[in-house]
């Protein structure tokens, strides 16, 4: 496959991204503008810088949900700093499933906090295994500087 097909391919799988909602067109866009010849890959380490702390984060959740009383205020804070971290890459359907988990706590509501982290935490490996691909793509076609 020729260098310009790559490249094709690598706007098209952005374009389906952002009309799927997986991503912010605006935030992702910003994002990629700051890549040049000196960082050419920034946008797959901030991606990257994301992903190791939300681990971090979803760690802190997990047991946060599962302690006895449910401290509903700190899963909130939790949340709030996992759905800043989301939006500063544009993870758009990430951020909704965070708005929806916080709605769930400012309730006092145990059993919609833990369904609403599963599908934070669905659509955090949805949108991980589309970015791989799309990074993927753009290594492919040599993509050094915007896509």
């Known amino acids: 496959m020729d260098r310009n097909q790559l490249r094709r391919q690598v706007a098209h799988m952005r374009s389906s991204l952002i009309e799927q909602h997986y991503l912010d067109q605006q935030q992702f866009v910003q994002l990629e503008d700051l890549e040049d010849?000196?960082?050419p890959n920034f946008v797959e380490e901030i991606v990257t810088l994301f992903y190791k702390d939300s681990a971090r984060l979803f760690q802190k959740i997990d047991q946060a949900l599962h302690s006895i009383p449910m401290d509903f205020s700190r899963l909130d804070d939790y949340m709030h700093q996992f759905k800043g971290s989301s939006s500063s890459i544009g993870a758009v359907k990430v951020k909704n499933e965070c708005t929806q988990f916080?709605?769930?706590c400012l309730a006092g509501n145990?059993?919609?906090?833990f369904r609403a982290f599963q599908r934070v935490k669905h659509e955090h490996e949805e949108l991980k295994r589309q970015l791989e691909t799309y990074f993927q793509l753009r290594r492919q076609a040599g993509m050094a500087q915007r896509s």
Not at 110 to 113: K, L, N, R, V
Request: aromatic fraction near 10%; proline fraction near 0%.
């Open 37 to 39: 010849d000196s960082n």
């Open 110 to 113: 145990a059993e919609g906090c």
């Open 102 to 104: 916080k709605e769930f």
